[in-house]
C-alpha cells in the first residue's frame, strides 16, 4: 500500500485529467510553500462549531480567486448557511495543490476536512483507500437516478455509491467556417441522431489540407484533438468502435485495450498522423491556439471552447456532433466527466456534509452553480432543459445531448494515475510511428505490473 501511495503521489502531476473538466484546472495558488507539504493549513484553524454554537463544516476544494470557484461558491455557501444555519468553510488551492492537500491531509486520517472535491477519476482510488465514505444511505434509488449514467458509474466503486457529480463535461467536433469556404467545402448537415461519419470528415479535412497548404510550408493540418495524446479524449475513439477502457473488474487490461477495436482505432489515428492530416510533435496546451489562428480545419473539443475569447466571433466558427465510424453508427462515444464530491471518512460531521453534499449536487446549491459557471450538467432534467431551450447555443444542445446519450466514463479504477499516465504515452508513441500492436501489448504489461499494487 505505501508503495502504491508514493507512486500516486509521484505520478499525480502528469496526470492528464486535468484537461479533461472544462474550466475546472489551472488555476494560481494562493496557499504558501508549506501549505502543501503538511504543515498547518485553513483547515487546522477551523473548528467543527463556529463561535455562536453552530454547527461548521470545511470543504476542500480547488480554483483559487474571485474570478474562479472560490469567488463563484461564495453565494452558494451564503445560501445554504441561510437555509440550514450551517456555515460552510471553503479552502481553495491550485490544480495539483489539491491532490497533494489529500495524499497528505487525508491520507494520513486528518478530521480537518468533511466535504472533499474529488475529480471523477480518483473515486475508485479514494474509495478503495477509505478515504472517503459511501453515500447510499443518504441518496435514495431516485436520486442517483436523476444523475446521468456515466457521472453515477464513475461516482461508484464495487457497486456503492460514493461521490455524487458536480457537473459534467463533453465534446463535439469543431470547424472553422473559412476555412473550408476558401477550400470550397461544404459541409454537410449533421445531427446527433444523423450524425457525419468519420471517413467523411477525414475527407473533408484533407480537401482543405491540400487546397490551403499543399507542399506543407503554412503549417496548416486538417483534423486534430484539442487534448492530443491524452486518454480523457482520445479514448473515444476506440470506444466508438466498441472497445472498453478496462475490465469490468476495474484492473484487468489484457483483451481490452489491445483488443481489435483499439488495435483498429489507433491505426486509423496514426494513418491521419502519417498523412500530414493531423499533427505530430503539437502538444495538447498548444493545440487550442492552432485552431484559435486558423492553423486547423476541425478540432474534437469541449463545448468551453466556446468561451475562449477568440471564438467570440461564431461566424468564423461552428460545430457539429461527434462523428461516428462508418458501419459502427450505435456505438457514438464522446469523452466526460468531471468534479464530484466525497465525504472525508474522518469527517467528524458526517450526516451535515452529506446534507450540504446533496444540496450542492442535485439542490438549489447545484443550480446556482450552473447558473453561474454554465458548465454542462450531470443531472437529466437539467440537461433536458438545455436541449428543449430554443435559445441555447447549438453547442451547448450538443453537448446536452452527448451527455445523456454517448458519454462514456473513463476508466473506473484505483490505478487511474498510472493507467493514464501510460496510455497517455502510448498514444503518443503511436503518434510519432511506433507499431500500434506492440506499443498496446507493451501498455498491457506496464498497466498489469501497475495493478498489482491495488488488487
Known sequence: MKKALSLMVMTVVLISIVTG???SGNFKSTSTPGESSGSETQADKQTSRSGDGRKKLVWLSQGVGENSWEGITK????????????????????FKDLFDIIQVKIASGSSDYDVISVDAPMVAAYASRKWILPMDKYFTREEKEQFIDSALKAGSWKGKFYAPAENTSTQVLWYNTSMLDQAVVTMKKSTPENRLTWEEVVDMAKKVKEK???DGT????GLDFQQVSRVYQMNALPNSLGGKNIGDDGFTADGVINDDAWVKAL??????????????????DEMSNYFYSGKLAFMVGGTWTASAAKLNDMSTYDC??????????NSVATPTGSWHFGINAASKNVDTA???????????GNDMWLDANNDVPSRKDKLEEIMNNDNAADYYKIGAYEAIHTAVTRAVTPGFNEYSTILDSTWEDVRNGADVKEALDKAVEQINTAMKEYR
Not at 75 to 94: D, N, Q, R
Not at 320 to 329: A, Q, R, V
Not at 354 to 364: C, H, N, Q
Open 21 to 23: 473538466c472544462g474550466r
Open 75 to 94: 453565494p452558494i455557501l451564503e445560501a445554504y448557511k441561510k437555509a440550514t444555519g450551517v456555515e460552510v468553510v471553503g479552502e481553495f488551492y491550485s
Open 212 to 214: 490551403l497548404d499543399p
Open 218 to 221: 503554412n503549417g496548416i493540418y
Open 267 to 284: 491505426t486509423w489515428y496514426q494513418d491521419l498522423v502519417c498523412q500530414g492530416i493531423a499533427s505530430k510533435g503539437i502538444k495538447a
Open 320 to 329: 457539429i456532433p461527434m462523428p461516428t465510424f462508418k458501419g459502427y453508427e
Open 354 to 364: 452529506a446534507d450540504f453534499i446533496k444540496y450542492v449536487s442535485l439542490g438549489e
